[in-house]
T-cell receptor
């Protein structure tokens, strides 16, 4: 167990809808990163939050947005869902950008299906 | 060119065999290197970091060649429990984002 929890674990949406995914980071971790993993692919970096500020963003459109709260938990919001947004969304936490060992601790993910 | 490229796989190998995974990366400014393991429908977990001098952890040996921008992972005396997808990962930059390869699926046969 990494101590990183995500919700919901599975959800189904239709094209055009909006979705919010949630992540509670491991105790003491102040940095949260979000990744998208499509079927058969490696995880792709969406963005990172450090002390409630966005600290870097991958090649994702603005309809992917996020928040980090004072307790370091985080949300990922996706607007105007498209079929290609179907994927496993992974949240990873660390202390600082790289933690003490460079390891990121991933939650079990939220599996989103867009119909 | 993709940032991180791995053997496409899948690999099907008998228990006890030695298995080698290869990976190349395109960004010469990359600073840190890892192998992550991902079991079916689970999250990725760190298997081992990779250092320029090479490093070993039990049956697992990782090598890094910065000049060739090449990373490898060797599993000796493979076991059924080694069945998983192995992800080559590099990182760097101010926010230390991880860049993952596509992964190579390893299926061990008894």
């Amino acid at each position: 167990e990494t101590g990183v929890t995500q919700s919901p674990t599975h959800l189904i949406k239709t094209r055009g809808q909006q979705v919010t995914l949630r992540c509670s980071s491991q105790s003491g971790h102040n940095t949260v990163s979000w990744y998208q993993q499509a079927l058969g692919q490696g995880p792709q970096f969406i963005f990172q939050y450090y002390r409630e500020e966005e600290n870097g963003r991958g090649n994702f459109p603005p309809r992917f947005s996020g928040l980090q709260f004072p307790n370091y938990s985080s949300e990922l919001n996706v607007n105007a869902l498209e079929l290609d947004d179907s994927a496993l969304y992974l949240c990873a936490s660390s202390l600082g950008f790289r933690g003490t060992t460079g390891e990121l601790f991933f939650g079990e993910g939220s599996r989103l299906t867009v119909l | 060119r993709k940032e991180v490229e791995q053997d496409p796989g899948p690999f099907n190998v008998p228990e006890g065999a030695t298995v080698a995974f290869n990976c190349t990366y395109s960004n010469s400014a990359s600073q840190s290197f890892f192998w992550y393991r991902q079991d079916c429908r689970k999250e990725p977990k760190l298997l081992m970091s990779v250092y320029s001098s090479g490093n070993e952890d039990g049956r697992f040996t990782a090598q890094l060649n910065r000049a060739s921008q090449y990373i490898s992972l060797l599993i000796r005396d493979s076991k059924l429990s080694d069945s998983a997808t192995y992800l080559c990962v590099v990182s760097g930059g101010s926010n230390y984002k991880l860049t993952f390869g596509k992964g190579t699926l390893l299926t061990m046969n008894p």
